[in-house]
């Protein structure tokens, strides 16, 4: 099913991939709380029926994707006739690039947000990023993409919209000395380095500061998430590594910084609320004209407003990647560049599900998606094609020392079962 690609030509009608998701349902809050200035003309899902039938009962959207057929199946017989709904990639690709779509929130966990964010783009529709996994594993192909389009991406992710923001604030990055992402530490900063390999799912799911999702909670536990944000910086802002760092600030009150040669460092500080950063992004894409600065579109984003005489002080500090090596790998993959983010972001997938099923322990995480980069031999991404290849490889491979650990795992407790 394809559309004809129409250029973005009405501010405010927006297709959210991953509506169920948390920041697709916070996208959803900002909406509400901002009466008449958006239609949702596309609604993407997974497998979570009752919420996103709920959803198109309140929004009217013009189509919904599942992205599992089972799932498409009982929407449409819970919805009837009156929605249009399809299911598989194809279909979410197809909301991506919806004839009458201005702003795509781009909120898909994974590697599977990038066939719908490239679809996007090539229909010059502007995209809402909240999926760091596209831009880490082909940076370079969006960035090809972007050149021969008319979108514009504004980043959702709280460090990098907040980073855009204070770069907005000087125009230009000529003088700009280093970028800084600040990370909560996650529910394990305090935890002895010896006691990480025993907490469970449970626990690592559990963050601190902020509401999210199972996958990308445990990525803030090893602190990947913080490292593949590292390289999103990268891609987005045209950074070398040396030039993006990482504080480790568990208020989650300054969210992202600019330094410049001069000695000013720009902040930018919210509570930590995700529609914040959705309100940003949305507000600006609202503009006739994205590439100027945003003025009398701003929308509210319903967050209480901060109060820092409240907060007593704040406390920053250097990442430990001895404790978290996670952070270090994802520098060294930035260095090796080429397809090695997309081979360590899709190794991290699988070590993350393993993890989330029970099958291996938490530091075994970092250890398979670093035995993954090493084993990966360094090849450049010219195609799409490239990076599904190396995808699929590093899956595999993650799948295949997974396997191995549970054999020998098999093995040793038939030693012990023996001598007993």
């Known amino acids: 099913m394809k559309h004809e690609c129409i250029a973005p030509s009405a501010p405010g009608t927006l297709a959210v991939l991953g509506s169920t998701g948390s920041i697709g349902r916070q996208t959803l809050q900002v909406v509400r709380d901002n009466p008449g200035r958006f239609k949702i003309a596309c609604l993407v899902a997974n497998t979570n029926v009752e919420l996103v039938c709920a959803q198109a009962r309140e929004f009217s959207p013009e189509f919904i994707a599942m992205a599992d057929p089972q799932a498409a199946q009982q929407v449409r017989s819970e919805l009837g006739p009156d929605f249009k709904v399809e299911a598989g990639e194809e279909a979410v690709s197809t909301a991506a690039a919806w004839h009458s779509v201005h702003t795509v929130v781009c909120a898909v966990v994974g590697f599977a947000g990038f066939a719908p964010l490239l679809s996007a783009i090539a229909c010059g529709k502007h995209v809402a990023l909240a999926n760091k996994e596209s831009l880490v594993a082909a940076g370079t192909l969006v960035h090809k993409a972007l050149e021969q389009s008319t979108s514009v991406i504004v980043p959702v992710d709280s ?37 990480l390999a025993r907490v469970r799912p449970e626990q690592a799911i559990r963050h601190p500061r902020w509401s999210m999702g199972r996958k990308i909670s445990v990525d803030s536990a090893t602190l990947m998430n913080k490292g593949l944000e590292v390289i999103e910086a990268s891609m987005l802002f045209n950074l070398p590594g040396d030039k993006i760092d990482v504080l480790i600030h568990p208020e989650s009150i300054v969210h992202g910084l600019a330094e410049y040669e001069d000695g000013t460092v720009i902040a930018a500080l919210f509570e930590t609320d995700m529609r914040v950063p959705i309100a940003f992004a949305l507000s600006y894409l609202l503009s006739a004209d994205p590439a100027k600065l945003p003025g009398s579109e701003a929308l509210s984003s319903g967050t209480a407003f901060l109060s820092l005489a409240e907060k007593k002080s704040l406390h920053f500090s250097a990442p430990n990647i001895g404790k978290f090596p996670a952070l270090g790998l994802c520098y060294r993959a930035l260095a090796l560049g080429g397809g090695a983010p997309a081979a360590l972001s899709a190794a991290n997938e699988v070590a993350v599900e393993a993890y989330l099923a029970d099958k291996i322990g938490f530091m075994d995480i970092p250890a398979i998606a670093g035995e993954v980069l090493e084993l990966y031999a360094p090849r450049s991404i010219n195609t799409a094609n490239d990076v599904v290849c190396i995808d699929s490889w590093a899956r595999q491979c993650a799948s295949n020392i997974l396997l191995e650990q549970n054999r020998n795992l098999t093995s040793l407790r038939s030693v012990r079962a023996e001598s007993r």
């Not at 460090?159 to 700009?176: A, D, I, K, Y």
């Open 159 to 195: 460090e990098h919209n907040s980073v855009f923001q204070c770069l907005l604030g000087r125009g230009n990055t000529s003088s700009l000395r280093r970028i800084i992402l600040t990370a909560s530490g996650g529910p394990f900063l305090d935890l002895d380095a010896a006691l």
